[in-house]
């Protein structure tokens, strides 16, 4: 169990900045989640975690303790990584066993140690198998369930589930959340999947090329993003965003349209479409069942708009756009979010 | 989003390259480094000293002191006008322009064959490259009495003859090569082989079947999709029988001896009799650094090649 | 343009049956989508229809001629590969033209068509860049436009997405879609994932097991799914399917789930025939058609997850797991506490527990 604190922290590869001044705290017993693009710096800032690489500036504090000259043993943090790493020729008891066998602990411990970690993943009946013989959940668990039975002070998880379908990722997500929480330790995880990200995370950290942009709960960054990069990292369909100028062209009803925006975004569910005469033009219609996703064009721009079920809708009808109550986003020239008039 | 600036070096770039570690390390593995160096180095510098000399071990000075007999590039110049040398070398590029390509030929033609599944593969497969497997001096042996003016070559021809075919093959020296090189096709073909059919599997079936659904015919897609897609493997295969081939002793010695003369002697056979026969051995030591020379010349040129193939 | 009619199709690879008689009518210009879980006999199928394979039954049909004997190369099928097998070796100008030089079209004519498909897949800037090394998006471009410059009347698509990182699926969807709209060709695209089929298909043929299990677009399938197999498959999460009884009380059925409560049929359902007796059954509701409520189910939350404009909540109760979808702006209920909800009647579906096929006809 511990506490995670980066102060300042820089990592340069010649003149590339991969970490630049990145500060952050991950509370103890957090599931802490990075989220950037490809080559935003996440994979580097695992690296230091772990003590693969040093800061070239700043410093790294577990639980208050500057880990400079840990060597990275010694800091005791479990990595799971994405192509999990598995012993082929090993069972996956031996596979899980493998961690205390080799730090040489006694027998009894062992057991019991790799009894209560399988136990809580419900893995009883796949102990026996080979990797080979494992579907893709299943080895996931094995690879967790080798990482969990070290007792590590944190788990570093680099996007592990993303080689799963959808449906079995939907399930995996859930199962690995409810195993941290059963578990009760840091966990500091990375992926590329925003859904994905929002349903386990505690917090979030949001890069942009090495910075941190925004740190705060899930909901609290899709509700309230920082800047208009934040805004559109998370959410499917993305927030829409639009001049101010032409906001205020499509939308019939919105009371909250700072004029002094540069960039005004509202999520699609924040999004009203009326059938009756109005400056939008239905131009498809992609009805999911639970959701409808109208694209509609008013003012020059591409509108998306989520509606609830399966509302009947014609390619080509007239529309007016509204919008809800707090559902406008308003952001300065810079990108940056302006305080609610 | 991101800009080429912003990169962030993930598992390609080693974890203390930047740090001060880098410069510790080099120091810490430094005399493993050196010994391996001198270990690699060391016959080719004895070589090299010995060669500026003129020493022999029938001297009687051990070979440390061969400076004594230090005669410069004499051997080297020596070399130049040594006709029989150059005899060598040029019989073992001609041995090396004939069977190559027809090894190469002859490989991928089975490669060809063997890439699809057929009635009885396995077996014969596994016949192919019995030849490989075979001792090379058991090799020339076998050569050596199936060329006999009385042997089964000749016999073979007799059928398609009036009157029995009787050629010296191996005592001509005009026809003496032939058989020389017709052991080493039998001999190394199947490792061509093996190597190209590897090369030939590893083509991504599914470009090949997108080619097929675009129409291309086979001939179109061994040409534009399998053979540019097995270039370096091809290099591979190549420069390793290249290299053999200027290495090409024992079955050879064992069927010729290199003769009748010098009809069959190659660079190798001409050190081995330098050597063992007249005990020049310094003279040795310089045709074998000229060999080196020229071999190292051919193996850069093959590994240009490889590397521009691999970047395609 | 073709219409492709699958007539009893069949294949078995020794004694593993990878498809059974399957029929399906794919029209002219249609984009159909088999989706169903890896196994399900979709690749099968598809390959069956490039040539790639031959059918152990049946007959595949292009605009009524049978084709099960026409080599691949002569049946106009364009295919994209799941990792698009591009010619890394070549140039992009060189993977596009591959095509139309293979079959002998005049030098003049391809440098027109190369120009003509590279303009329409702003792809010009790049025709002499080496194919190797280009984004994922452009390389799916390219794997299009390059069985494209073909004219082929058939379109068939592997996962062309399965390789491509969440972020990007959403933007490579609209492309293909828009794609298949200037091209207009039937296009058959193979996938596991219900979200591309449910978004970009006109209809789509859900398999497991070798089997056909239904065809309909996607909103049909959605709302009356004719197996559970399907209702769980279709929808991010799957319907939920709970094991219960019927029951009968003077003129009312309704249907009973031991220890959770009941919920009553809609009328339609309430005449039909096959919901008359009382029997077991499988009752089935999509998670965000469930709503708070007095009455109704009562089940323990077990994890409530918030995924931006929505939250889902996941329920246990005994051997019943189900799950609620609620937007984001309704307080969801708390982990470890008891919920009601109710399930309005319409959006009741039954199944037969043993055959798992649809009950009571269909309610929309």
Redesign the interface.
Known sequence: MASIRFDNVSK???????VDQVSFEVPDNAFFCFFG????????IL?LILG???PDSGEIFFDGQPMHDVSPPDRNVAMVFQNLALFPHMTALENVRFPLVERKIDAATITARVAEVTEKLHMAHILHKPPAQLSGGERQRVAIARALVRDPVAYLMDDPI?AL???LR?ETR?EL??MQQDMAKTLIYVT?????A??VSDQMLIL???RVRQIGA??DL??APNSTYVASM????AMNMAGTAEAAGALTHAPDLDRGAKTVGI???HLRVAQKAGPGRVTAI?????TT?LSVEAAGVTWKA?L?G?PKHDIGAAVELSVDAGGLHCFDALGNTLPAA | ???A??????AE?P?A???TGAGLGLWLTLPAQLLVLFIALFPILMQVYISLTDWSPLDGIPWWRAHELWIGLLNYTDLMADSRFWGALWRTMFVMAVCVPVQFLLGLGLAVLFVDDFHGKRVLYSTLLVPMMVVPAVAGYMFFMLFQSGGPVNDLLSLFTSDPVRIAWLSDPDLALIAVMVADIWQWTPLMFLILLAGMISVPQDQQMAAILLGASWWRRFFTIVLPRMKSIIIIALAIRVIEIFKIFDTLFIMTGGGPGVATETISVYIYKVTQQELIWSYVAAIALAILIVLSVVSVFAIKRMQRGQGT | MSEIVLENLGKTFGDFTALADMNLTIANGEFMALLG??GCGKSTTMNMIAGMLRPSTGAIRFNGRDIVDVPMAKRGVGFVFQNYAIFTHMSVRENLAYGPRAQGVAAAEITKRVQAFAELLQLETMLDRPAAGLSVNILQRLAIGRSAILEPAIFLLDEPLSNV???FR?VMRSELKSLQGQFGQTMVYVT????EA??MADRIAVMDHGKLLQVGT??EI??NPADAFVAR??????MNILEGTLTRHADTVSAEVAGLGSVTLSPAMQGAAALQAAREVQIGF???QINAADQGLTMQV??V?????RT?V?MEQGASLAKA?L??DVPPPVAGDAWTFAVPDDAIRLFDPVTGRALGGRTH
């Open positions: 340069s590869y010649g003149d590339v900045v991969a693009p490809p080559l935003s710096g996440k994979s580097t690296k693969l690489e040093t993303s379908d959808a449906r939907e859930v959340r409810r590329h999947d925003q859904e994905e929002m349903s942009d090329a090495g899930p909901h899709y509700d998370l959410g499917a369909p999520r699609p569910e992609e009805p999911l069942g639970a996703i989520a609830r399966q | 989003m991101t800009n600036s912003t990169m962030e070096p993930v770039r974890a390259s930047a740090s | 879980p890896s990182d969440a972020a959403a596991h994932d219900q979200l449910m978004t996607p909103l959605y709302n498959f279709i929808g991010a999460p799957g999509r998670p965000e077990t994890f997850e918030r995924i931006g404009a889902i996941h979808v937007p984001a």
